[in-house]
């Protein structure tokens, strides 16, 4: 490791103690950019367990599991809750129809 580097300056006061750092460079804002956009509430009526869910669409429990997992290339909409998975309508009825398209 390279330690004749300058350090990187995190604060707009700390740009100034660093020789040859424009302000114009120095991080401003060191606050964490808080979501602007909230999601719509989930009707509590449309939430799904993965057996009503696999019920639904008329295949198997294991299906359904294997769709929602985030390593799947285009994976079900769902809700983790601890260890448990739940499921609202509304966004697995938009994901089957984008699936429709797609196909």
């Not at 300056?9 to 606050?31: C, H, I, K, M």
Request: glycine share 2%.
């Amino acid at each position: 490791m390279n330690r004749n580097l300058p350090r990187v300056a995190y604060r707009p006061r700390e740009a100034a103690e660093v020789p040859g750092l424009s302000l114009r460079f120095a991080r401003q804002d060191t606050s964490v950019p808080v979501a602007v956009h909230s999601p719509a509430p989930v009707d509590p009526s449309q939430i799904l367990t993965l057996t009503e869910l696999a019920e639904r669409l008329k295949v198997s429990e294991r299906w359904v599991y294997e769709k929602s997992r985030r390593r799947c290339l285009n994976p079900l909409p769902c809700i983790r809750i601890g260890r448990y998975l739940r499921f609202d309508w509304t966004s697995v009825s938009a994901w089957l129809r984008q699936q429709e398209r797609g196909a």
